[in-house]
């Protein structure tokens, strides 16, 4: 399984920013993915996750309930991580991930294949 984010930069707050995470439909197919973040000194938290075989079902960090959206494109191979209304408590470097686990995951140590980071900053 491999996983390339891509798409971070800095951002105004209010603004709007879209990761990418460049994987393979087979990856799409048979893992749930998810997204992470880690902010400087802080452990790295779960963000959101999308449901393999779902038609597109994702659950949320409440900081970023209604904000933020993963969705898949199955042509493209990439899973996307939508921002909007962005703040400055958001500036981190996010990061993707897949589990091969059934139900959504919540917990970084269940995630089995991680991507590089990619960084966003928001400016106040």
């Known amino acids: 399984v491999q996983l390339q984010a891509s798409g971070g930069g800095l951002v105004q707050a209010g603004g709007s920013l879209r990761l990418s995470c460049a994987t393979s439909?087979?990856?799409?197919?048979?893992?749930?993915m998810g997204w992470f973040r880690q902010a400087p000194g802080k452990e790295r938290e779960f963000v959101g996750t999308?449901?393999?075989?779902?038609?597109?079902?994702?659950q949320y960090a409440d900081s970023v309930k209604g904000r933020f959206t993963i969705s898949t494109d199955f042509i493209k191979e990439v899973v996307y991580l939508q921002m909007n209304s962005l703040r400055p408590e958001d500036t981190a470097v996010y990061y993707c991930?897949?589990?091969?686990?059934?139900?959504?995951?919540?917990?970084?140590?269940?995630?089995?294949?991680w991507g590089q980071g990619t960084q966003v900053i928001i400016s106040s």
């Open positions: 991930a897949a589990t091969g686990r059934t139900f959504p995951r919540y917990a970084r140590s269940e995630y089995d294949y």
């Open positions: 439909r087979r990856t799409l197919t048979n893992y749930n």
């Open positions: 999308i449901i393999r075989r779902s038609g597109g079902s994702a």
